[in-house]
Protein backbone atom coordinates (compact mmCIF):
# COMPACT_ATOMS: atom_id res chain seq x y z
CA UNK A 1 0.00 0.00 0.00
CA UNK A 2 0.84 3.45 -0.97
CA UNK A 3 0.99 6.18 1.32
CA UNK A 4 1.42 8.78 -1.55
CA UNK A 5 2.16 9.31 -4.27
CA UNK A 6 5.44 10.18 -4.81
CA UNK A 7 7.82 8.46 -7.39
CA UNK A 8 9.98 6.68 -4.95
CA UNK A 9 6.53 5.12 -3.57
CA UNK A 10 5.38 4.55 -7.44
CA UNK A 11 8.55 3.19 -8.27
CA UNK A 12 8.08 0.50 -5.17
CA UNK A 13 4.84 -0.16 -5.84
CA UNK A 14 6.28 -0.84 -9.51
CA UNK A 15 8.77 -3.21 -8.34
CA UNK A 16 6.68 -5.53 -6.01
CA UNK A 17 4.20 -5.41 -8.72
CA UNK A 18 6.29 -6.93 -10.60
CA UNK A 19 8.17 -9.24 -8.35
CA UNK A 20 4.82 -10.81 -7.46
CA UNK A 21 3.53 -10.82 -11.59
CA UNK A 22 6.95 -12.98 -12.09
CA UNK A 23 6.63 -14.98 -9.38
CA UNK A 24 2.96 -16.45 -11.14
CA UNK A 25 4.55 -16.51 -14.50
CA UNK A 26 3.42 -13.30 -15.49
CA UNK A 27 6.04 -10.73 -17.05
CA UNK A 28 5.29 -7.04 -17.61
CA UNK A 29 5.43 -5.92 -21.22
CA UNK A 30 3.93 -2.77 -21.60
CA UNK A 31 1.41 -0.61 -19.28
CA UNK A 32 -1.29 2.31 -19.79
CA UNK A 33 -1.07 5.24 -17.27
CA UNK A 34 -2.07 8.33 -16.48
CA UNK A 35 0.28 11.74 -17.14
CA UNK A 36 0.76 12.29 -12.94
CA UNK A 37 4.16 10.05 -11.23
CA UNK A 38 4.13 7.59 -14.09
CA UNK A 39 5.40 10.44 -16.89
CA UNK A 40 8.49 11.46 -13.65
CA UNK A 41 12.30 11.03 -15.23
CA UNK A 42 12.49 8.12 -12.48
CA UNK A 43 9.10 5.94 -13.85
CA UNK A 44 10.22 6.98 -17.19
CA UNK A 45 13.96 5.39 -16.97
CA UNK A 46 12.77 2.46 -15.34
CA UNK A 47 10.49 1.64 -17.68
CA UNK A 48 13.13 2.07 -20.60
CA UNK A 49 15.72 -0.27 -18.48
CA UNK A 50 12.76 -3.60 -18.09
CA UNK A 51 13.03 -2.83 -22.04
CA UNK A 52 9.15 -2.33 -21.36
CA UNK A 53 6.76 0.20 -22.83
CA UNK A 54 4.17 2.93 -21.20
CA UNK A 55 1.41 4.42 -23.35
CA UNK A 56 -0.27 7.53 -21.47
CA UNK A 57 -4.44 7.78 -21.04
CA UNK A 58 -5.99 11.65 -21.71
CA UNK A 59 -6.96 12.79 -18.19
CA UNK A 60 -10.59 12.05 -17.92
CA UNK A 61 -10.33 9.22 -20.39
CA UNK A 62 -11.42 6.76 -18.90
CA UNK A 63 -12.70 4.60 -22.02
CA UNK A 64 -9.17 4.43 -23.03
CA UNK A 65 -8.61 2.19 -20.26
CA UNK A 66 -11.64 0.34 -20.20
CA UNK A 67 -10.07 -3.32 -19.12
CA UNK A 68 -8.40 -1.94 -16.21
CA UNK A 69 -11.82 0.44 -15.08
CA UNK A 70 -13.76 -3.41 -15.62
CA UNK A 71 -11.59 -5.10 -13.75
CA UNK A 72 -11.81 -2.48 -10.69
CA UNK A 73 -15.22 -2.97 -11.09
CA UNK A 74 -15.46 -6.64 -10.95
CA UNK A 75 -13.33 -6.50 -8.15
CA UNK A 76 -15.56 -3.88 -5.82
CA UNK A 77 -18.21 -5.65 -6.24
CA UNK A 78 -17.16 -8.91 -5.35
CA UNK A 79 -15.72 -7.54 -2.37
CA UNK A 80 -18.96 -5.63 -1.79
CA UNK A 81 -20.99 -8.68 -2.19
CA UNK A 82 -18.75 -10.48 0.16
CA UNK A 83 -19.12 -8.29 3.36
CA UNK A 84 -22.96 -8.26 2.67
CA UNK A 85 -22.91 -11.86 2.31
CA UNK A 86 -20.68 -12.33 5.76
CA UNK A 87 -23.32 -10.01 7.42
CA UNK A 88 -25.87 -12.20 6.92
CA UNK A 89 -24.27 -15.15 8.54
Same mark, same amino acid.
Not at 19 to 27: L, M, P, Q
Given at each position: ? @? ?5 ? @? ?17 ? $???? %? ?15 ? @????? $? ?8 ? @? ?7 ? %? ?5 ? %????? %?????
Amino acid at each position: M @QSNTSAI @QTLEGKAKFERFSTSHGVF $IKKS %RADNGEFASNAFVEDVK @QKQQS $IYYSSPGAHF @QNGVAERGI %RVVTEWA %RNSLV %RAGML
